[in-house]
């Protein structure tokens, strides 16, 4: 279970980029996954914000869990936890310390990423066992944040999430991160309105061409 939960934060990494899906109804949930990977992006999260939640992950996984990283984000408590394992989430996402996460998921073989903001809460939910840190919100704090935490916690595998956009992202990556994770600056309001799939195509080309990898 270990090598698993390692080869999905590999994978993670090498995808660069976590798109975080809000979607406003379960059956947006199909075509804006498929315009993501049609874009290029590799590693999907949907968030329990989006109604009926675990229905829509466990469609995702079961339709492209060949050919992207699926994971649950948003996820507060045990009850949504163990919903997103038996959906199949690949990861599990919290924006807060909630260590009880960790021992399901990891039993499964299954990484989390606990929410941080101070340098503090980082390194307690490194000891606790998350596989990775996500640094929310990351909008106030930017890319200079980032390298200021590294520099003495540079064992720490960092997401952040928010502010992160097409201006931002190789200051970013730069600062040591492992991935990014992208919201609204990605799928926005407007496209998520209008289910215009094809302009979130087009969104999703532009934050993954030049290609991640090359910027790391």
């Given at each position: 279970m270990m090598n698993q939960r390692k080869t999905i934060v590999t994978e993670l990494g090498k995808?660069?980029?976590?798109?975080v899906v809000r979607a406003r109804s379960p059956q947006q949930v199909m075509p804006l996954a498929a315009a993501l990977l049609e874009g290029g992006i590799r590693a999907i999260e949907i968030t329990f914000t989006t109604p009926?939640?675990?229905?829509?992950i466990a469609g995702v996984v079961k339709a492209l869990g060949d050919t992207a990283v699926i994971g649950a984000g948003t996820v507060l408590n045990l009850d949504q936890c163990h919903q997103a394992l038996d959906a199949?989430?690949?990861?599990?996402v919290s924006p807060i310390m909630?260590?009880?996460?960790?021992e399901p998921c990891h039993r499964a073989g299954c990484p989390v990423m606990l929410g941080a903001y101070s340098p503090t809460e980082a390194q307690l939910a490194h000891e606790a066992g998350s596989d990775l840190i996500k640094i929310f919100p990351a909008d106030g704090l930017g890319p200079n944040y980032i390298k200021a935490l590294k520099a003495p916690l540079p064992h720490l595998p960092i997401v952040p999430t928010g502010g992160v956009n097409l201006d931002t992202m190789e200051a970013f990556l730069r600062a040591g991160c492992?991935?990014?994770g992208v919201g609204s600056s990605l799928i926005s309001q407007a496209i998520l309105q209008q289910s215009d799939w094809s302009a979130l195509r087009e969104r999703a080309q532009a934050f993954s061409q030049?290609?991640?990898s090359s910027i790391i």
């Amino acid at each position: 279970m270990m090598n698993q939960r390692k080869t999905i934060v590999t994978e993670l990494g090498k995808a660069g980029l976590i798109a975080v899906v809000r979607a406003r109804s379960p059956q947006q949930v199909m075509p804006l996954a498929a315009a993501l990977l049609e874009g290029g992006i590799r590693a999907i999260e949907i968030t329990f914000t989006t109604p009926s939640a675990p229905q829509a992950i466990a469609g995702v996984v079961k339709a492209l869990g060949d050919t992207a990283v699926i994971g649950a984000g948003t996820v507060l408590n045990l009850d949504q936890c163990h919903q997103a394992l038996d959906a199949g989430a690949q990861f599990v996402v919290s924006p807060i310390m909630r260590p009880s996460l960790l021992e399901p998921c990891h039993r499964a073989g299954c990484p989390v990423m606990l929410g941080a903001y101070s340098p503090t809460e980082a390194q307690l939910a490194h000891e606790a066992g998350s596989d990775l840190i996500k640094i929310f919100p990351a909008d106030g704090l930017g890319p200079n944040y980032i390298k200021a935490l590294k520099a003495p916690l540079p064992h720490l595998p960092i997401v952040p999430t928010g502010g992160v956009n097409l201006d931002t992202m190789e200051a970013f990556l730069r600062a040591g991160c492992h991935a990014l994770g992208v919201g609204s600056s990605l799928i926005s309001q407007a496209i998520l309105q209008q289910s215009d799939w094809s302009a979130l195509r087009e969104r999703a080309q532009a934050f993954s061409q030049p290609t991640i990898s090359s910027i790391i």
